[in-house]
Nanobody, 122 residues
Framework: QVQLVESGGGLVQAGGSLSVSCLAS????????MGWFRQAPGKERELVAA????????LYGDSVKGRFTISRDNAKNTVYLQMNSLKPEDTAVYYC???????????????WGQGAQVTVSS
């Protein structure tokens, strides 16, 4: 079973940049598709970005395309999310996830981290 721990996040002004990282333990991250989801208060959890096992393919949510970049380092069992040009509507808890299929649904992912808060002030 894979354990996922997010780090990073925090508070940033609109237009700024922030990054979050996710360390996988208890298993090899290279065995899994990795993704980032977010959930704002009162809203459903939504895909931010996902990346295939060897970084050949990526998937992004429409609202973050061109602003966010997902990457991974399998040697470090770590996946990253670089967030640029942040907007107040990006404010949410960001969750790291691991699964077997590169898909946009929460159902595509089996393992989840505890989440990291990202707050963007206007």
């Amino acid at each position: 079973q894979v354990q996922l721990v997010e780090s990073g996040g925090g508070l940033v002004q609109a237009g700024g940049s922030l990054s979050v990282s996710c360390l996988a333990s208890g298993g090899s991250a290279s065995s899994y598709v990795m993704g980032w989801f977010r959930q704002a208060p009162g809203k459903e959890r939504e895909l931010v970005a996902a990346i295939s096992r060897r970084s050949y393919s990526t998937l992004y949510g429409d609202s973050v395309k061109g602003r966010f970049t997902i990457s991974r380092d399998n040697a470090k069992n770590t996946v990253y999310l670089q967030m640029n040009s942040l907007k107040p509507e990006d404010t949410a808890v960001y969750y790291c996830a691991a699964g077997l299929a590169l898909g946009p649904s929460v159902d595509d992912y089996r393992y989840w981290g505890q989440g990291a808060q990202v707050t963007v002030s206007s």
